[in-house]
C-alpha cells in the first residue's frame, strides 16, 4: 500500500525539453523594467508594491 501511494506522488520528468535550437527561434521580448515587474507580482503584490512606490514618492518630494 505504502508503495501505491509514493508512485501516485512521484512525478515524472518532462517527456521533452526545448533544445538549444529551439529556443534560439524564439526572439527576445524586452520589456520596460516597471512592465517585467508587474508581470513578475501578483495582483495583491502589485497594490502593495503601487503603495510603496507612491509612498516614496512623496518622502522624497518633502526631502
Do not use: F
Request: charged fraction near 35%; glycine fraction near 2%; charge should be positive.
Amino acid at each position: 500500500r505504502l508503495r501505491d501511494e509514493a508512485a501516485s506522488t512521484s512525478h515524472s520528468p518532462p517527456s521533452q525539453l526545448l533544445s538549444a535550437s529551439r529556443r534560439e527561434d524564439r526572439s527576445e521580448v524586452t520589456l520596460p523594467p516597471r512592465k517585467r515587474l508587474d508581470i513578475a507580482l501578483g495582483p495583491r503584490d502589485r497594490r502593495a508594491h503601487a503603495y510603496t512606490r507612491l509612498l516614496m514618492e512623496a518622502e522624497a518630494r518633502m526631502s
